[in-house]
């Protein structure tokens, strides 16, 4: 009886240990140049020493990025800053549209070719 309550102590504390390890990395924080979300976490989506800069501010793109504090600091293209400060519709993504099915899918010898998504008119990643 002594080796089954050892074993499942054991059994248990692995549980707790990974339980609580899991906990720790559940999150990580972004580098240079990832997506970042200013208006939920504000600077704490980013690694140390960058902020998360949003959309309006940078060069192009429709998301925040955590980029450096200084503006001509950055080795990820997409951190180059705006110059001016690009319009506020400039950060709408794209839609992608139904996106239709293909011949393989449809068990027959044509395909659907779903419906368009809408443009992003700011020249932007698309969907990003």
Request: charge should be negative; charged fraction near 20%; include cysteine.
């Amino acid at each position: 009886m002594t080796a089954r309550r050892s074993f499942l102590w054991l059994a248990q504390t692995a549980l707790v240990a990974f339980a609580v390890t899991m906990g720790f990395v559940g999150c990580s924080r972004q580098s240079e140049g990832e997506r970042c979300d200013k208006r939920a976490a504000g600077d704490t989506d980013c690694n140390d020493g960058l902020l998360c800069v949003q959309c309006l501010e940078l060069a192009r793109g429709v998301v925040d990025r955590c980029c450096p504090s200084d503006p001509g600091n950055q080795s990820d293209s997409r951190c180059e800053r705006a110059d001016p400060q690009r319009p506020p519709g400039a950060c709408t993504p794209a839609t992608g549209g139904t996106g239709g099915f293909g011949a393989r899918d449809a068990g027959a010898g044509m395909s659907s070719g779903g419906t368009a998504g809408t443009a992003v008119t700011s020249g932007g990643e698309g969907g990003a």
